[in-house]
């Protein structure tokens, strides 16, 4: 099963670092140079979905410097290795399309 | 404007992330402060809490449905009650709909209306029309688009074979235009055939069409002449059912009496124009025909009836409203047994959620599945339940009811409600986290008891009181004998017999054919049998007052009658004599009631050798005094005042010929049949059947209200016992343990029983009480469809209270039994 967009780039904006929501939107903003911008409903919705698949888990403890008290996220192994999967998908089916002469000239 | 649009958002996910999503948006809002933000976040919140709330009620139903597959014992019970409920309601919406809410077949009815004749002098509301005025009345009006009018006729068609007879009308005007409806192939009649001599066209129904093979342009033999098809119609017109053929009224208007009011008149007004304007003008042009032709016009006006008023009467609206109302009230018996069950059961999983809760879950959460889980025994209820309707309907009305949107809709909705009523209680109390139910804690369930008692008992009442007025009417006594009587249909041709005379011999022949055949006792003819299905009505008075004619006349029902008729149908001679052979025709004898006697001489005058006064000037002399006869109804207050006429005075389209046995009545119908036939080859005989099959059809409406409430109060009853003995046992299992300990010390059986059912007999009274008086107030509701039945007779209310009593008291006493069963040391051991 392809991964959602959405949740495709949550995962990745996660790989690095524990974030919380906002964050996340900001990280993935500016990883697609503003190409993709999630808003907050698709947000939280995925991040739902993602805590119940277990991908993604929630943090017991905050940072000591966020002053909002707001909830953070952390990448499980199981969902690292799901990006990677899906990544690697996405490679193959470039590849496809590379030997259909349909790639993009530039990636 | 964020916190409103979460709204949008399930509420468990609200709880969830609200804040998040409420502080993300901000810290967005700082850095970009666009409308281009808010809209693109408003998208996104829609689209995405429609597909979160669409992902929850999968899985909820997933969780619910393997719920109850884990507990088949309780979703059956469950589910068949819903079905239940359901189905009565659904069976009994069917029935309304058909009666009440499907449009006519007519273009935009709601221009159309009935003129109906009123003359508040003579206290008349509503009669039929004068062709004449009517004639007057299409070419005055402005604010009609058309006028038509019709008489109802049993037309004779003859021609190929064997005759037959079919139920027809008769049009004059635009008929055709003011009910809008095309004729399948051909047209409707021209202004021209409308003129006597040129009306040799009729229009027959598909069904007469495909039946005898009959086509536009074909020539048929119609009441012994020829007539050419123009037109076929369908099969149903709105009026009444089973018209197979339309003929040209064409009557000779200079012959024809200002007074003489025999026609429906229809009409459909322009657009735009106000039933009152209607009106106005109407009244305008009756004043101008009263000061032209004063005599027979005087006091006669008119009234507008809306087309839907006109063809569904207050009377059966008033059926079909108690019947759902009814319905509604087992639907209500019904969702209270289910909540019952639902809440007993919430009680045992008690523990489950409990846990649950521990365990993190959100309260919302678990609300929402305790609403999915009722919806899903719902749902799955109503579809057996329409299911079962389906099936009723296709086996008891073939033809007669349809499922369609509107029923399924309204099934849909009440099964939807259902859920959403059983399904609250428990789910309260999960949300609110109540205490769930203990022993001596259940004041929800206990309320629910007592209101299933209370509906319980308005309906065993409601029911007992119509399946009384049933039997009062069934064996109410009509004023003749009805076992042994053969009654038939026939319409001589007009054409042929167009005399009193030449009427009167065909009846003389037909009689006397008949009454040679052997097992028949005697026979004969009138115009219309008791309870049958027309009425016509004149004005009279005694001669002596004939001068106060205008103000004092008594409307009175009158028959044609053959000599003969009256004593076989075994009404009483209480003077006078009946008709004899070689009597005057120029004396005009008849016989009256005695009821009209009371009416015509107040002070008591014996009314033998009397005369009376007609509306129409003539004198009739009274031979005879004979006992009342229920001619309209058997419920009317009064008995019908009632004038016979002879059968060689007036011609009359449809007669009806009894008979009146020593075998069983239908075993001489072909010999009567081929006796008229004898007599005349083209008469053929309709509406065979027995008097008493006559009289239980005209019940028909009684009987099924009383037979529908008795199963919905069955049915209340039934499921009402269901829930006390169901709370009973509850109680009983849940302080099992208590009860062994105390019967271990001593406590008798008796005793705890006591204890047990004391509460639940408590709660079972009030509802009796409170059941008592809805039952009151139903019965002044319904008072105007009760026959025999005293007002006020506290008898019914005694019956229906013991019922009610005794099948509680067993409700709560079996379950309790239980408590004896209860082995002290087994029971404390167990846990």
Same mark, same amino acid.
Request: hydrophobic share 45%; glycine share 8%; charged share 25%.
């Given at each position: 099963?392809?991964?959602?967009?959405?949740?495709?780039?949550?995962?990745?904006?996660?790989?690095?670092?524990?974030?919380?929501? *906002?964050?996340?939107?900001?990280?993935?903003?500016?990883?697609?140079?503003?190409?993709?911008?999630?808003?907050?409903?698709?947000? *939280?919705?995925?991040?739902?979905?993602?805590?119940?698949?277990?991908?993604?888990?929630?943090?017991?403890?905050?940072?000591?410097?966020?002053?909002?008290?707001?909830? *953070? *996220?952390?990448?499980?192994?199981?969902?690292?290795?799901?990006?990677?999967?899906?990544?690697?998908?996405?490679?193959?089916?470039?590849?496809?399309?590379?030997?259909?002469?349909?790639?993009?000239?530039?990636? | 404007?964020?916190?409103?649009?979460?709204?949008?958002?399930?509420?468990?996910?609200?709880?969830?992330?609200?804040? =998040?999503?409420?502080?993300?948006?901000?810290?967005?809002?700082?850095?970009?402060?666009?409308?281009?933000?808010?809209?693109? %976040?408003?998208?996104? @919140?829609?689209?995405?809490?429609?597909?979160?709330?669409? #992902?929850?009620?999968?899985?909820?139903?997933?969780?619910?449905?393997?719920?109850?597959?884990?507990?088949?014992?309780?979703?059956?019970?469950?589910?068949?009650?819903?079905?239940?409920?359901?189905?009565?309601?659904?069976?009994?919406?069917?029935?309304?709909?058909?009666?009440? @809410?499907?449009?006519?077949?007519?273009?935009?009815?709601?221009?159309?209306?009935?003129?109906?004749?009123?003359?508040?002098?003579?206290?008349?509301?509503?009669?039929?029309?004068?062709?004449?005025?009517?004639?007057?009345?299409?070419?005055?009006?402005?604010?009609? =688009?058309?006028?038509?009018?019709?008489?109802?006729?049993?037309?004779?068609?003859?021609?190929?074979?064997?005759?037959?007879?079919?139920?027809?009308?008769?049009?004059?005007?635009?008929?055709?235009?003011?009910?809008?409806?095309?004729?399948?192939?051909?047209?409707?009649?021209?202004?021209?055939?409308?003129?006597?001599?040129?009306?040799?066209?009729?229009?027959?129904?598909?069904?007469?069409?495909?039946?005898?093979?009959?086509?536009?342009?074909?020539?048929?033999?119609?009441?012994?002449?020829?007539?050419?098809?123009?037109?076929?119609?369908?099969?149903?017109?709105?009026?009444?059912?089973?018209?197979?053929?339309?003929?040209?009224?064409?009557?000779?208007?200079?012959?024809?009496?200002?007074?003489?009011?025999?026609?429906?008149?229809?009409?459909?007004?322009?657009?735009?124009?106000?039933?009152?304007? /209607?009106?106005?003008?109407?009244?305008? @042009?009756?004043?101008?025909? =009263?000061?032209?032709?004063?005599?027979?016009?005087?006091?006669?006006?008119?009234?507008?009836?809306?087309?839907?008023?006109?063809?569904?009467?207050?009377?059966?609206?008033?059926?079909?409203?108690?019947?759902?109302?009814?319905?509604?009230?087992?639907?209500?018996?019904?969702?209270?047994?289910?909540?019952?069950?639902?809440?007993?059961?919430? /009680?045992?999983? #008690?523990?489950?959620?409990?846990?649950?809760?521990?365990?993190?879950?959100?309260?919302?959460?678990?609300?929402?599945?305790?609403?999915? #889980?009722?919806?899903?025994?719902?749902?799955?209820?109503?579809?057996?339940?329409?299911?079962?309707? +389906?099936?009723?309907?296709?086996?008891?009305?073939?033809? &007669?009811?349809?499922?369609?949107?509107?029923?399924?809709?309204?099934?849909?909705?009440?099964?939807?409600?259902?859920?959403?009523?059983?399904?609250?209680?428990?789910?309260?109390?999960?949300?609110?986290?109540?205490?769930?139910?203990?022993?001596?804690?259940?004041?929800?369930?206990?309320?629910?008891?007592?209101?299933?008692?209370?509906?319980?008992?308005?309906?065993?009442?409601?029911?007992?009181?119509?399946?009384?007025?049933?039997?009062?009417?069934?064996?109410?006594?009509?004023?003749?004998?009805?076992?042994?009587?053969?009654?038939?249909?026939?319409? $001589?041709?007009?054409?042929?017999?167009?005399? &009193?005379?030449?009427?009167?011999?065909? !009846?003389?022949?037909?009689?006397?054919?008949?009454?040679?055949?052997? +097992?028949?006792?005697?026979?004969?003819?009138?115009?219309?049998?008791?309870?049958?299905?027309?009425?016509?009505?004149?004005?009279?008075?005694?001669?002596?007052?004939?001068?106060?004619?205008?103000?004092?006349?008594?409307?009175?029902?009158?028959?044609?009658?053959?000599?003969?008729?009256?004593?076989?149908?075994?009404?009483?001679?209480?003077?006078?004599?009946?008709?004899?052979?070689?009597?005057?025709?120029?004396?005009?004898?008849?016989?009256?009631?005695?009821?009209?006697?009371?009416?015509?001489?107040?002070?008591? #005058?014996?009314?033998? +050798?009397?005369?009376?006064?007609?509306?129409?000037?003539?004198?009739?002399?009274?031979?005879?005094?004979?006992?009342?006869?229920?001619?309209?109804?058997?419920?009317?207050?009064?008995? %019908?005042?009632?004038?016979?006429?002879?059968?060689?005075?007036?011609?009359?389209?449809?007669?009806?010929?009894?008979?009146?046995?020593?075998?069983?009545?239908?075993?001489?119908? $072909?010999?009567?049949?081929? /006796?008229?036939?004898?007599?005349?080859?083209?008469? $053929?005989?309709?509406?065979?059947?027995?008097?008493?099959?006559?009289?239980?059809?005209?019940?028909?409406?009684?009987?099924?209200?009383?037979?529908?409430?008795?199963? !919905?109060?069955?049915?209340?009853?039934?499921?009402?016992?269901?829930?006390?003995?169901?709370?009973?046992?509850?109680?009983?299992?849940?302080?099992?343990?208590?009860?062994?300990?105390?019967?271990?010390?001593?406590?008798?059986?008796?005793?705890?029983?006591?204890?047990?059912?004391?509460?639940?007999?408590?709660?079972?009274?009030?509802?009796?009480?409170?059941?008592?008086?809805?039952?009151?107030?139903?019965?002044?509701?319904?008072?105007?469809?009760?026959?025999?039945?005293?007002?006020?007779?506290?008898?019914?209310?005694?019956?229906?209270?013991?019922?009610? /009593?005794?099948?509680?008291?067993?409700?709560?006493?079996?379950?309790?039994?239980?408590?004896?069963?209860?082995?002290?040391?087994?029971?404390?051991?167990?846990?």
């Amino acid at each position: 099963m392809p991964l959602q967009e959405a949740a495709f780039h949550i995962l990745v904006a996660l790989a690095d670092a524990d974030k919380h929501g *906002y964050a996340i939107m900001q990280d993935v903003t500016e990883r697609t140079r503003g190409a993709v911008r999630l808003n907050v409903g698709t947000l *939280y919705s995925t991040i739902k979905r993602l805590l119940e698949t277990g991908w993604i888990e929630e943090l017991d403890e905050r940072p000591s410097e966020d002053d909002e008290r707001r909830r *953070y *996220y952390r990448l499980t192994e199981v969902g690292r290795a799901e990006v990677r999967a899906e990544a690697a998908r996405l490679e193959q089916m470039l590849l496809i399309a590379k030997r259909a002469g349909l790639a993009p000239r530039k990636v | 404007m964020t916190r409103l649009l979460l709204l949008l958002y399930p509420k468990a996910f609200r709880e969830e992330y609200g804040r =998040e999503i409420k502080l993300s948006f901000e810290a967005q809002w700082r850095r970009e402060p666009s409308a281009g933000l808010v809209l693109r %976040t408003v998208w996104d @919140i829609l689209q995405t809490a429609a597909g979160l709330h669409v #992902e929850m009620a999968a899985q909820d139903v997933r969780y619910a449905l393997r719920v109850l597959r884990t507990n088949p014992a309780f979703a059956s019970a469950a589910v068949a009650t819903v079905a239940l409920g359901i189905g009565a309601t659904t069976a009994t919406f069917t029935l309304y709909h058909e009666a009440l @809410i499907k449009a006519p077949p007519f273009r935009e009815p709601e221009r159309m209306v009935r003129i109906v004749d009123t003359n508040p002098q003579a206290g008349i509301q509503s009669f039929s029309s004068s062709i004449r005025n009517f004639a007057t009345w299409q070419e005055r009006s402005s604010k009609f =688009e058309s006028m038509g009018a019709f008489q109802p006729k049993d037309i004779n068609l003859t021609g190929d074979g064997n005759p037959e007879r079919v139920a027809g009308l008769a049009t004059y005007g635009a008929f055709g235009d003011v009910l809008g409806i095309r004729p399948r192939l051909g047209r409707w009649f021209t202004e021209d055939e409308d003129k006597p001599g040129k009306d040799r066209v009729i229009l027959i129904s598909e069904r007469l069409s495909e039946r005898r093979g009959w086509h536009i342009g074909e020539s048929i033999e119609v009441n012994g002449e020829k007539r050419t098809i123009v037109g076929v119609l369908p099969d149903f017109l709105g009026l009444a059912k089973g018209t197979d053929a339309v003929i040209p009224m064409a009557p000779v208007l200079e012959r024809e009496g200002h007074g003489d009011h025999r026609v429906f008149a229809l009409a459909r007004m322009r657009r735009g124009v106000s039933t009152g304007e /209607a009106l106005d003008e109407m009244l305008r @042009i009756c004043t101008q025909l =009263e000061t032209e032709f004063p005599k027979p016009n005087r006091g006669w006006r008119v009234r507008l009836q809306s087309i839907r008023d006109w063809l569904v009467d207050s009377r059966t609206r008033e059926t079909y409203n108690l019947l759902l109302a009814a319905a509604g009230l087992l639907l209500l018996v019904a969702c209270v047994n289910v909540a019952n069950l639902l809440l007993a059961r919430a /009680a045992a999983r #008690e523990k489950e959620i409990g846990i649950r809760l521990a365990a993190g879950a959100n309260r919302a959460r678990l609300t929402r599945q305790m609403v999915t #889980e009722s919806l899903v025994i719902a749902v799955i209820g109503g579809a057996a339940g329409l299911a079962l309707v +389906g099936v009723a309907v296709r086996l008891l009305l073939p033809g &007669g009811a349809t499922i369609d949107f509107d029923v399924v809709a309204f099934s849909a909705g009440a099964t939807m409600a259902t859920g959403l009523l059983f399904g609250l209680a428990p789910a309260l109390k999960v949300r609110d986290g109540r205490a769930l139910p203990g022993p001596r804690r259940t004041p929800v369930r206990q309320l629910l008891i007592g209101s299933q008692v209370a509906v319980a008992m308005v309906l065993v009442t409601g029911a007992l009181l119509l399946v009384q007025t049933l039997v009062r009417m069934l064996d109410a006594d009509l004023g003749f004998q009805k076992k042994n009587l053969y009654v038939a249909k026939f319409s $001589p041709s007009p054409k042929r017999y167009d005399t &009193g005379e030449k009427a009167h011999n065909l !009846y003389t022949s037909i009689l006397r054919e008949v009454r040679a055949i052997p +097992g028949v006792e005697s026979a004969g003819i009138t115009s219309e049998i008791p309870l049958g299905s027309m009425t016509t009505e004149m004005r009279m008075i005694a001669e002596e007052n004939g001068a106060r004619f205008q103000t004092d006349a008594v409307r009175s029902n009158w028959r044609i009658v053959t000599d003969g008729y009256l004593q076989t149908l075994g009404v009483r001679l209480l003077r006078g004599r009946f008709w004899h052979d070689g009597e005057d025709p120029r004396l005009l004898p008849v016989v009256i009631n005695a009821e009209l006697a009371r009416r015509l001489w107040p002070a008591g #005058e014996d009314p033998v +050798g009397r005369s009376i006064r007609l509306g129409n000037g003539r004198s009739v002399y009274v031979i005879g005094l004979v006992g009342d006869v229920r001619q309209i109804a058997v419920e009317e207050r009064s008995p %019908t005042n009632t004038l016979y006429f002879p059968s060689d005075l007036l011609v009359w389209e449809t007669m009806t010929l009894t008979v009146r046995t020593r075998v069983a009545p239908l075993s001489i119908a $072909p010999a009567v049949e081929a /006796a008229v036939r004898r007599v005349d080859p083209a008469q $053929p005989l309709f509406g065979v059947r027995t008097m008493e099959e006559h009289l239980a059809e005209s019940a028909a409406g009684q009987r099924m209200r009383a037979l529908l409430l008795t199963v !919905y109060a069955g049915m209340a009853l039934l499921l009402g016992a269901v829930g006390v003995a169901g709370v009973t046992g509850y109680a009983v299992a849940r302080r099992r343990k208590e009860f062994a300990i105390r019967m271990a010390l001593g406590a008798t059986p008796v005793r705890v029983m006591g204890e047990v059912t004391g509460i639940q007999m408590m709660v079972c009274g009030a509802g009796l009480a409170a059941g008592v008086v809805g039952a009151w107030v139903l019965r002044t509701k319904i008072e105007s469809m009760l026959y025999g039945v005293q007002p006020g007779s506290l008898g019914t209310f005694a019956s229906s209270a013991s019922v009610l /009593a005794l099948v509680t008291l067993l409700a709560c006493l079996l379950p309790a039994l239980r408590v004896t069963r209860i082995q002290p040391a087994a029971a404390l051991r167990n846990d």
